[in-house]
């Protein structure tokens, strides 16, 4: 399964920026996504995730801004986020695990570059 992931880029503090993230194909059916994430000079990070019936899971400091979905027919799923801080600054990726029961993450796509400037 490859992963493409695209959406990031420059923008200011307070603004949006809408992350997508396209399977090349289905997986199993119960596979979870979810996006990380990276800043410089830290570790990677979980961001959120998102399962097969669209239930969703948030790390504590994007909740409320952040919102992930997901469109089956075309195995994508996207990360809105609103109100972004400066330290939102990170390479975004995604990545896709084929159980809920599974802790590892098996494919990971290339990463999209997110900064915000304050």
């Known amino acids: 399964v490859q992963l493409q992931a695209f959406g990031g880029g420059l923008v200011q503090a307070g603004g949006s920026l809408r992350l997508s993230c396209a399977a090349s194909?289905?997986?199993?059916?119960?596979?979870?996504m979810a996006w990380f994430r990276q800043a410089p000079g830290k570790e990677r990070e979980f961001v959120a995730r998102i399962n097969l019936s669209g239930n969703t899971y948030y790390k504590d400091s994007v909740k409320g801004r952040f919102t992930m979905s997901r469109d089956n027919a075309k195995n994508t799923v996207y990360l809105q986020m609103n109100s972004l801080k400066p330290e939102d600054t990170a390479v975004y990726y995604c990545?896709?695990?084929?159980?809920?029961?599974?802790?590892?993450?098996?494919?990971w796509g290339q990463g999209t570059e997110v900064t915000v400037s304050s």
């Open positions: 194909e289905r997986t199993g059916s119960s596979y979870v």
């Open positions: 990545a896709l695990k084929t159980s809920v029961l599974s802790p590892v993450y098996s494919f």
